[in-house]
């Protein structure tokens, strides 16, 4: 199996920053896209970001101007930096890779991690 952890939650303050991190381990050909959700209680998850292997992001309108994702192919680490942050970004991250574990026979993944918690004091 691919599995997936994620660290770098915890409580900050208004303004403050966190980086999020999310390695993936086990047997992997190749992860296409990593993104990152979130969720907070009584609403559905949203995806925050994402990032294919080329590089191409997209971040959420909500988002822009405060948060990058970034990869490490390598390291198959996606990272998810979050500068001035705001009570609203208080939830549950999640990391979620899709790729390809192996090709011989064909066996694609769509993992997702435990989540990790976000707190944003006002």
């Known amino acids: 199996q691919v599995q997936l952890g994620e660290s770098g939650g915890g409580l900050v303050e208004a303004g403050g920053s966190l980086r999020l991190s999310c390695a993936a381990s086990?047997?992997?050909?190749?992860?296409?896209?990593m993104a990152w959700h979130r969720q907070v209680p009584g609403k559905q998850r949203e995806l925050v970001a994402a990032i294919t292997r080329g590089v191409n992001t997209n971040h959420a309108d909500c988002v822009k101007g405060r948060f990058t994702i970034s990869r490490d192919n390598a390291k198959n680490t996606v990272y998810l930096q979050m500068n001035s942050l705001k009570p609203e970004d208080t939830a549950v991250y999640y990391c979620?890779?899709?790729?390809?574990?192996?090709?011989?026979?064909?066996?694609?993944?769509?993992?997702w991690g435990q989540g990790t918690q976000v707190t944003v004091a006002s």
């Open positions: 979620n890779f899709v790729g390809v574990r192996s090709t011989i026979p064909m066996n694609k993944f769509d993992s």
């Open positions: 086990g047997s992997i050909f190749r992860i296409n896209v």
